[in-house]
């Protein structure tokens, strides 16, 4: 048989770290798949970063990042840079990962190429379209275009099913955010940062906090800060870790309401391994990201979100997440419960995780090439213990 050849195309740091875990795991088929790897760049350094811990190395790079770059100039960009990548690779699918633009305009650009796509953590739903925007219909959309859904997810399946997809093209893998964390994290890891290793040797209780989201900009950042600037106020004992992303909004808000705080420690944006191995160590995360909320609670982590919605709506089922929104009170108030009561502590950080098992990749590359009729054993669908 000839070899499948599939085409990866990702361009963010969470879709890379979400994707590269599967080139690797496309090469141990070497008699069955070509792989390849184009990557947008919608973020660059970001990127390359992952890039570099995976040891992939892209086979196509449209390099499309510029600065203050937006929704329109990636779209388009996308899918002007991968039409000819795309006649020249001549890929049999086309994968993409998640909610990302890249997503969307990569899927987009394989079916104008009529290629077939395969959607990567497919079937996450909040039901609001502007929340998280634009990933909401960035997902919906690229539903529209897929062939093949790789819902990590029981609860993502269903979605698909009420969006009338197919059955037969749906397949329950797991995240394979889980099969990164399981080669990334490790408890002798030694971080380049003294002032690092020195908070954590420092006995004290750990926040470990990120905020990004653009409905979260202004006052619902601010009320955020107010909140965790009080819970140190009355807990001594407690510390907090805050990698600031590059966003001078957030920066601004950041500066005004923590800076200079003596055990608030503001910290520049963290490449994924020191970051995995970093939330491996914390107490408690607090949280606007989407990925975090799945990475935490397999390191067994408390996450507070720092949203209103959630696509993934898994771990506030199981206990291991809380939708605390951004209002001072909320935020207080959910806060000083982790912090204050050991059993609902112990009780979010011991729930079962629901988003894999770190066989996610494996199911995904068997799903593929049982479809193409290679002689492979597909493995039983994921499902949490």
């Known amino acids: 048989m000839k070899k499948l050849k599939l085409m990866t195309v990702f361009g963010t740091r969470p879709e890379a770290i979400k994707m590269c875990p599967l080139v690797l795991e496309m090469r141990r088929y070497q008699d069955y798949i070509e792989p390849i790897v184009a990557v947008t760049a919608q973020h660059r350094e970001m990127l390359d970063v992952v890039l570099e811990l995976f040891a992939i190395k892209p086979d196509y790079d449209l390099n499309i990042m510029t600065k203050e770059q937006t929704l329109h100039d990636v779209t388009c960009r996308v899918l002007q840079g991968l039409k000819g990548v795309l006649e020249e690779a001549r890929p049999d699918m086309v994968l993409v990962h998640g909610d990302t633009t890249t997503t969307f305009a990569g899927s987009l650009a394989a079916f104008y190429a009529q290629i077939p796509v395969g959607h990567v953590e497919a079937g996450l739903r909040t039901g609001n379209k502007y929340s998280p925007y634009p990933e909401e219909m960035n997902r919906k959309l690229t539903t529209a275009i ?54 954590l040797s420092s006995g004290k209780r750990l926040l470990l906090m990120t905020t990004h989201r653009r409905e979260n900009l202004g006052e619902p950042m601010r009320h955020v800060y107010q909140a965790v600037k009080k819970v140190l106020e009355l807990h001594p004992d407690v510390e907090a870790i805050f990698p600031v992303h590059k966003n001078p909004k957030v920066r601004e808000v950041v500066d005004a309401e923590l800076g200079g705080m003596e055990r608030v420690h503001l910290a520049e944006p963290m490449d994924y391994e020191p970051f995995a191995n970093l939330m491996a160590k914390a107490d408690i995360v607090l949280t606007d990201s989407g990925g975090i909320q799945e990475e935490a609670p397999a390191l067994g982590k408390p996450v507070l979100v720092l949203r209103d919605t959630t696509e993934r709506p898994e771990a506030v089922a199981a206990g291991t997440v809380k ?63």
Do not use: W
């Not at 609860?155 to 969006?163: F, M, R, V």
């Open 146 to 199: 897929t062939e093949l859904h790789f819902a990590p997810t029981a609860t993502s399946k269903a979605n698909l099913l009420k969006e009338n997809v197919d059955p037969a093209n749906i397949a329950v893998t797991g995240n394979t955010v889980i099969d990164a964390l399981q080669t990334t994290v490790r408890s002798d890891y030694r971080f380049e940062d003294p002032e690092l290793n020195k908070v």
């Open 323 to 385: 939708l605390a929104g951004t209002a001072y009170e909320n935020v207080l108030r959910e806060l000083l419960a982790l912090l204050e009561d050991e059993e609902h502590y112990r009780a979010m950080a011991e729930a079962a995780n629901p988003y894999g098992d770190g066989r996610a990749c494996p199911r995904i590359i068997r799903s593929i090439l049982a479809r193409y009729g290679y002689p492979v054993e597909i493995l039983p669908e994921f499902s949490p213990k």
